[in-house]
């Protein structure tokens, strides 16, 4: 059996842990997640590639680039909640902040 074969199986471990990982609570999990998604991805295109399949490469691509776009939106609005308290520096208020998944507006932060 060719040895690049084998790549699918530790590219959906990979994939798999990243998933659990960028749902948790911690930054530095979510942080960790990001970097394991990028090597599933990379997995993911060296097996597609071996194997022609030429739909799933695209997608791990574009998959990655989207990862990199949410990793950047996600450090700037760090950046940003922490030289504003509040509110926006406009004087806008915050957006509603919604729990994940349920689409319901998160309970308030207890004081």
């Known amino acids: 059996m060719d040895w690049i074969a084998l790549l699918q199986w530790p590219a959906m471990v990979a994939t798999i842990a990243a998933s659990w990982l960028v749902a948790s609570e911690r930054a ?9 998604f990028l090597l599933s991805n990379a997995l993911w295109v060296a097996w597609g ?49 919604r729990q994940a998944g349920s689409g319901q507006p998160a309970p308030p932060a207890q004081a």
């Open 28 to 36: 530095g999990r979510r942080r960790a997640g990001f970097w394991v």
């Open 49 to 97: 590639v071996d194997d022609g399949a030429i739909a799933l490469v695209l997608l791990q691509v574009a998959l990655a680039l989207m990862n990199v776009r949410g990793a950047r939106k996600a450090r700037r609005a760090e950046q940003n909640a922490g030289s504003t308290e509040g509110g926006s520096r406009d004087g806008a208020a915050a957006p509603e902040v």
